[in-house]
């Protein structure tokens, strides 16, 4: 969780360009900040946590807490597509072949111990959105 977080906010700066590929570069700087990858990765995070062994339920409660999270921070950085998602009465996977599942989804191996379980979770917490 916390290799997902500092990844992130040292590479805000750098997110969008597709130029120079130096490592020597500043870890933080005035232009570091979260995004909305941050913010959804808490928010998978939080959905898992306690979670009962029911995938439906699952399902909702990782809606729910991106949903809670998203408009917690709405400035955070979201494509148009997943804003929708989120402005969504009934958020549907909308065929995303986007890195957005990829992002946030940290959390499942820091709260699963083995290899299978981690998988099933973590394509649950993809399928919210990314049912490509």
């Known amino acids: 969780m916390y290799g997902a977080i500092l990844g992130d906010i040292i590479g805000s700066p750098y997110e969008f360009d597709m130029g120079n590929k130096t490592k020597d570069f ?3 700087s005035t232009e570091s900040h979260f995004t909305d990858d941050t913010v959804m990765t ?17 399902r909702q409660r990782l809606i729910q807490s991106m949903q809670k999270w998203g408009h917690r921070y709405p ?9 929708g ?9 909308y065929n995303s072949w986007g ?26 917490s993809a399928d919210v959105t990314h049912n490509h």
Do not use: C
């Open 85 to 93: 998602w989120l402005e969504s009465k009934d958020p549907q996977p």
């Open 42 to 58: 808490i928010a998978v995070a939080e959905a898992f946590m306690d979670a009962p062994d029911d995938e439906h339920v699952i």
């Open 99 to 124: 890195n957005g599942s990829a992002m946030r989804v940290a959390a499942v191996a820091w709260l699963y111990d083995d290899l299978d379980t981690v998988r099933r979770m973590a394509q649950i």
């Open 75 to 83: 400035g955070a950085g979201y494509g148009v597509r997943f804003s």
């Open 26 to 28: 500043p870890l933080f």
